[in-house]
């Protein structure tokens, strides 16, 4: 069974920090994750990566920046955090397959808040 | 770009009633749909995914989903809910250029009394 890792279920930080949120995924996938996860708004794209070293800015990636420096971590973080980025953070990973088309396996998510 | 829509943000049965949770998509080429779930507590679980082949899909515990392309509608079914069922449940849609990203909905969390 797919095991995606996230470092921390609960964190606290305050304004202007700098925050990193860890994933780790023990199944050799290429493609990870960073959403959040907001009430009415589901869940929301941040960056991804498709191999070690390669980033994509999904849809909302303002304030936030990745690092994929091995295959099994994806790294996110929260350059200088602030309050409107207090969220729950999901990480997931899948292979690429036929037609890109393969599902997703999630974290159990980490929920960030900023004082 | 692609938006996902789902119109129930909150339901509430009783259980053995049937379930309809809609989902909506704006994009008209080639989609991928997935249904997940997310129980109290836990991660997020794929409950069914339709990529071709018959619009009916069934997927774990009972839910079945039926893609109508005309509609742009993926809606999740099951005929008889349990307590169990209580989770939040997310549509995604994948649109098949657009490499392996997921568009999700905002979610419909379903309650249901014993």
């Known amino acids: 069974d797919v095991k995606v890792t996230q470092s921390s279920r609960y964190l606290v930080k305050r304004t202007g920090e700098k925050v990193f949120l860890e994933c780790v995924q023990d199944?050799?996938?290429?493609?990870m994750f960073w959403y959040r996860q907001d009430p009415g708004l589901g869940l929301r794209l941040i960056y991804f990566?498709?191999?070690?070293?390669?980033?994509e800015k999904g849809d909302i990636p303002e304030g936030y920046s990745v690092s994929r420096e091995k295959k099994e971590r994806f790294s996110l973080i929260l350059e200088s955090a602030s309050t409107n980025q207090t969220s729950m953070y999901l990480c997931?990973?899948?292979?690429?397959?036929?037609?890109?088309?393969?599902?997703?396996?999630f974290g159990d998510g980490t929920r960030l808040s900023i004082l | 770009a692609q938006s996902v829509s789902q119109h129930n943000h909150h339901v509430i049965l009783s259980e053995a009633a049937s379930l309809e949770l809609g989902c909506n998509y704006s994009?008209?080429?080639?989609?991928?749909l997935f249904w997940y779930v997310q129980y109290p507590g836990q991660h997020l679980q794929l409950l069914l995914k339709?990529?071709?082949?018959?619009?009916l899909v069934k997927g774990i515990k009972g839910f079945e989903a039926e893609f109508i392309k005309s509609k742009f509608s993926f809606n999740l079914r099951k005929p008889s809910v349990q307590w169990s069922d209580t989770a939040e449940y997310f549509c995604?849609?994948?649109?098949?250029?657009?490499?392996?990203?997921?568009?999700f909905g905002g979610g419909t969390r379903l309650m249901v009394k014993p």
């Open positions: 997931a990973s899948s292979t690429p397959g036929q037609g890109m088309n393969q599902p997703q396996h």
């Open positions: 990566s498709y191999d070690v070293k390669m980033k």
């Open positions: 199944m050799d996938h290429e493609n």
């Open positions: 995604a849609v994948n649109d098949a250029n657009a490499g392996n990203m997921l568009t």
């Open positions: 339709y990529f071709s082949g018959d619009p």
């Open positions: 994009y008209g080429g080639t989609v991928n």
